[in-house]
């Protein structure tokens, strides 16, 4: 159950969009400050965000690093504590400049109207480093995650291969693409793109949003994401 718990966390912090970053308030002191952002998450736990440094939570970040992030399942109808939702716990602080280069061309894959912030000066990357969640799955389904459950390892491939894969699909297997996010999510559209690739799964943009798909095992090489993705294509045409 409880590996279930963590399973279900990570999926619905990497297919949710934004989430509510809580910071503590240095203006009021002692006082949490809540303010809504978009996020990119890594393989290994992380989350990042690309935020102003004249926003009221970056001003609270450089006085105390102490922040979380909550992400949830919005209901569209019927009673909201019946869906899932996710708190991560943690520290943030800037990305270091020699990381923060490609993990900005990853969030700018993700969201294609931050690279007009690009060239600000008052904009940096975080990186939130989570030392505890808290999943709440339903009714009866309340679960803390440690920090050593939560972490996980680095991809197996790299930034080359990475980019590699996804322009691969992009060039060639839109088609599939396109089946997979009509299974998915019953969302039609000709032209997606794949704009992110994990070990666990893969977004597909479409329309402006990113969809994320779930492998059925975590891949530990091209190709076993070569493979995966083939399976999920297979499966979808088939239905």
């Known amino acids: 159950m409880r590996e279930q718990a963590l ?27 809540g303010s809504v952002t978009p996020y990119m998450c890594d393989e290994q ?17 450089k006085h105390d690093s102490r922040m979380s992030l909550t992400v949830f399942d919005a209901a569209d109808y019927g009673d909201q504590n019946e869906h899932g939702r996710v708190t ?15 993990l900005l061309n990853n969030y700018i894959a993700l969201y294609p109207e931050a690279a007009s912030y690009r060239n600000a000066h008052d904009f940096q990357l975080w990186q939130l480093d989570v030392i505890r969640v808290r999943y709440i799955g339903g009714f009866g389904k309340i679960f803390w ?19 590699s894969m996804i322009s691969h699909m992009n060039e060639d297997h839109q088609d599939a693409m396109s089946l997979i996010l009509m299974q998915h999510y019953n969302v039609a559209d000709k032209t997606p793109i794949m704009s992110g690739l994990l070990p666990t799964g893969f977004y597909i943009q479409s329309k402006k949003r990113n969809y994320f798909i779930n492998f059925k095992t975590q891949c530990n090489s ?13 499966q ?3 239905n």
Request: glycine letters at 6%.
């Open 7 to 33: 399973n279900d966390a990570r999926t619905l912090v990497y297919k949710t969009n934004a989430g509510v970053m809580s910071t503590i308030s240095n203006n009021l002191r002692g006082y949490p400050f």
């Open 145 to 163: 995650l440690e920090q050593n459950e939560w972490q996980n390892e680095a991809k197996n491939w790299d930034e080359g291969q990475q980019q």
């Open 88 to 102: 991560l716990v943690g520290d943030g602080s800037v990305v270091p400049s020699e990381q923060a280069h490609t």
């Open 236 to 238: 979808a045409r088939s």
């Open 222 to 234: 091209p190709l076993e994401v070569r493979k995966a993705l083939v399976e999920l294509t297979n």
């Open 45 to 61: 736990g992380r989350v990042y965000f690309f935020i102003s440094d004249i926003a009221q939570h970056t001003k609270n970040l």
